[in-house]
């Protein structure tokens, strides 16, 4: 799937909140931003870590969708993250995805997540999905 197609896919899919992200690269990495909104911050004005998961779990889904096609069906089975500093306040976040492994059943990958106007990572994700049968 090409970028225009992952971003209407989006919004078709999972119109809830499919304007809150921005597919803004797709390719052997998938870059996708987090529009960051007041909803996504915590106390202190950070961004959540629960924004942030969903940031890396959508990331990641898409840039399995971009070399699977539009299954909908594929699923999170593990998701690790770790959180690594504290992000920029009112600054979107950018999250990078890469392939490390996509098999028949299962694909495996990580995403490193940004702070725009930050040079170092705020998060990295390893996850899981399960493809279902074709």
Not at 8 to 36: D, H, K, M, S, T
Not at 54 to 75: K, S, T, W
């Amino acid at each position: 799937m090409k970028l225009e197609e992952l971003q209407a896919f989006l919004r078709q899919e999972f119109p809830q909140v499919a304007e809150e992200f921005r597919v803004e690269e797709a390719g052997e990495e998938l870059a996708l931003r987090l529009i960051v909104a007041e909803r996504h911050l915590r106390p202190g004005g950070t961004v959540s870590g629960p924004a942030m998961f969903g940031l890396a779990d959508v990331a990641f889904y898409l840039a399995l969708l971009q070399r699977i096609g539009p299954v909908a069906l594929a699923v999170t089975t593990n998701c690790s993250i770790d959180f690594l500093r504290k992000p920029a306040a009112g600054c979107d976040l950018i999250a990078r995805a890469r392939m490390l492994k996509l098999g028949r059943v299962l694909a495996v990958g990580d995403v490193l997540i940004w702070s725009e106007g930050m040079d170092q990572p705020v998060a990295h994700a390893s996850l899981t999905y399960s493809i279902p049968p074709r």
